[in-house]
């Protein structure tokens, strides 16, 4: 019921004025009181610290003139020299905790990599945004997702109790995502972990962390050992019903066939077209298994998944030492589509 009155109340947002005294803020911190024993005072006093930022409002917004998205725009801001070399470096630091998340968690390293250099280009650029005050503007200014941004802002008040810290001292995305692995506050509370063994949850500071984190994301959410994630594919028919069932697998792939699909040698398992497209040139298709969903409930785009296993299959070619994955089991299953680049949450 308080969410379906925040959501309303947040139809006309305030824009860039303070949150204390505001009606909506007001029954927010009584369901943190009455639902997790927090002091009203206190969180008043937090909420007097913070005003509605119009820097993360910008941020969020659509664009004004959306255009068409494309694939290969996209692929190329991630599968490029200076990630793949720094992709490197970070798997040279960092062996062991990979090694460690493979064997406990069953996720490849490269994919790992792989989602914390598209994230944050392995730390770089983790945000800058205070935490609460970003989450605080998105949950009583931002309406089309104010549900959500008001989940969020009350996991960031627990953790903050949980990790004894103080609320206003967390930094990251416009849209609070944290540390390397850019986790909302709920994905921290539910899958990260204290992967260096030092009794606290750093993923801003903590390498290993990160890496342990999201592999346990990864397998929490269904990640399969060795299992395929994605194989190019050839269309020759309408596959309109193909796209319009989204992208969880539930087709095998000779039901798929009969839509006009080219899909040698793809093992029996459920799967789905993804369409990759680009204006201009031709579509790139590829049969997505459940790795492949599973990399979309980290960030739930096609293009996001894509760019991962794209990224992880360069990363690991381009690293001498990394044994190959076996055929149909490996980063990216059966190898990159034609025109992929060989040397690299949408």
Sequence with gaps: MLRLLLLLICATPAWAQPFDGRVEVGAFIAEMEARHGFDANALAALFRHAESNAAVLKAIAPPADPGVRSWQDYRGRFIEPRRIAAGLRFWNENGAALRKAEAIYEVPAEIIIAI??????????????????????????YPPRADLFLRELEALLLLAREQERDPLSYRGSYAGALGLPQFLPSSVRGFAVDFDGSGRIDLAGSPADAIGSVARFLKSHGWEKDGPIALPVRVDGDVSVLIGEGIRPQRLPEEIAAFGVQA?????????????????????????????????????????AAAVMDLAESLRAARPSAPPRAAGGGAVGRGLPSGSAAPVRG
């Design 116 to 141: 914390i250099g598209i994230e944050t280009f392995f730390g770089q650029y983790p945000g800058r945004f205070q935490t609460f005050e970003a989450l605080a503007t998105l949950a009583f200014d």
């Design 264 to 304: 040698n040698g793809a093992p029996r398992l459920p799967a789905a077209l993804i369409d990759l497209a680009t204006p201009g040139a031709p579509t790139e298709y590829r049969l997505g298994f459940n790795n492949f969903f599973v990399l979309t409930r980290y960030n739930r785009s096609s293009f996001y």
